[in-house]
């Protein structure tokens, strides 16, 4: 079964740093998604993107983040300017469409620590 | 906006007991209903949803739930419980955001199945 794939597995990085989180969604799909979640806590949502643009955002997506869609298979995170409080897993979902009636497939995550 | 409730941190059964894992939504419209389950280090993995239809949904690894529109609940139930299924779950509610579908998790709840 096709899997979305995320690198890497374990991000660590110093405060004020910027860090690049990867995904490769599943081939077919069109609708990509960033969700974190904070150690003990829920998943959040972050940010949708749809035909190479942001579709909607967070309060949590504010200017430090962006994502881009590079080439046909990469779909990125990059934090620009680190804080100790982005410190969490981030997860990539896929998604075949955006009504909802297709479930969002997620990644393993990458677990992110700022230093 | 959309929201779930998972009002149990924590649920703990015999394996080969039945186990039940709450949800209760809130939603404006007709309301698109997730779950999903995360193991240790994993991702999130989607077990079944809700969108039309059947109130009894079936899903993975012989997960069901029941759909109760006048209760707004959600439930994950399971008629037999093994000690593999011990993970962590989230009930999830689609939620329209600028017309693209993301999801809005509950804060989940950890199932511990005793052998």
């Known amino acids: 079964e096709p899997e979305v794939t995320q690198t890497p597995s374990h991000q660590v990085t110093q405060m004020g740093q910027e860090v690049i989180l990867r995904c490769v969604p599943i081939?077919?799909?069109?609708?990509f998604y960033w969700y974190r979640q904070i150690l003990g806590q829920k998943v959040e949502f972050l940010v949708s993107f749809y035909n190479n643009e942001i579709s909607e955002k967070s309060e949590i997506f504010d200017d430090q983040f962006s994502v881009e869609r590079p080439d046909g298979s990469n779909f990125t995170l990059k934090i620009r300017s680190t804080k100790l409080e982005d410190s969490a897993m981030y997860f990539c979902?896929?998604?075949?469409?955006?009504?909802?009636?297709?479930?969002?497939?997620f990644g393993d995550g990458t677990r992110l620590s700022i230093l | 906006a959309q929201s779930v409730a998972q009002p149990e941190d924590q649920v703990n059964v015999a394996e080969g007991n039945p186990l039940t894992v709450k949800c209760t939504y809130s939603v404006s419209g007709n309301p698109y209903l997730f779950w999903y389950v995360q193991y240790p280090n994993r991702g999130l993995q989607f077990l079944l949803k809700?969108?039309?239809?059947?109130?009894l949904v079936k899903g993975s690894y012989g997960f069901e739930a029941e759909f109760n529109k006048s209760q707004t609940s959600f439930h994950l139930k399971k008629p037999s419980a093994l000690v593999s299924d011990s993970a962590l779950y989230f009930c999830?509610?689609?939620?329209?955001?600028?017309?693209?579908?993301?999801?809005?998790f509950g804060k989940g709840t950890m199932l511990l199945v005793s052998p």
């Open positions: 999830a509610v689609r939620d329209i955001r600028a017309g693209y579908s993301t999801l809005t």
């Open positions: 809700y969108i039309t239809g059947d109130n």
């Open positions: 081939s077919n799909h069109l609708y």
């Open positions: 979902a896929s998604s075949e469409d955006q009504v909802g009636n297709q479930p969002q497939h």
